[in-house]
């Protein structure tokens, strides 16, 4: 069994700052890309950002200059940092990791942090 475990998401003003973290945690082989989504109401989810087990990483250019992806392999943790954050980056946040686990390997999702942006 694998789990994703996200926090940090809340409530803060615009211009404020935030920081996600995900940790997996389970029968785990190895972890390959790791990264962020994120849905807002009525709309699709999409890709804020993923980063290779090498630390190659692709930002949604919606986020470029603004959001900053990491990971710690060692924790199995990765980390989103917002900063600058505008009222349309409200959404729930979900975390994503393509994990080798004993007995399968596939796509794993968390269960979503909220992070809302307003005055």
């Known amino acids: 069994q694998v789990q994703l475990v996200e926090s940090g998401g809340g409530l803060v003003q615009p211009g404020g700052s935030l920081r996600l973290s995900c940790a997996a945690s389970g029968s785990i082989v190895s972890i390959y890309t790791m990264g962020w989504y994120r849905q807002a109401p009525g709309k699709q989810r999409e890709l804020v950002a993923h980063i290779t087990r090498g630390r190659t990483i692709t930002y949604a250019d919606f986020v470029k200059g603004r959001f900053s992806i990491s990971r710690d392999n060692a924790k199995n943790t990765v980390y989103l940092q917002m900063n600058n954050l505008k009222p349309e980056d409200t959404a729930v946040y979900y975390c994503?990791?393509?994990?080798?686990?004993?007995?399968?390997?596939?796509?794993?999702w968390g269960q979503g942090t909220q992070v809302t942006v307003s005055s």
């Open positions: 994503n990791a393509a994990i080798n686990a004993i007995t399968t390997v596939g796509p794993y």
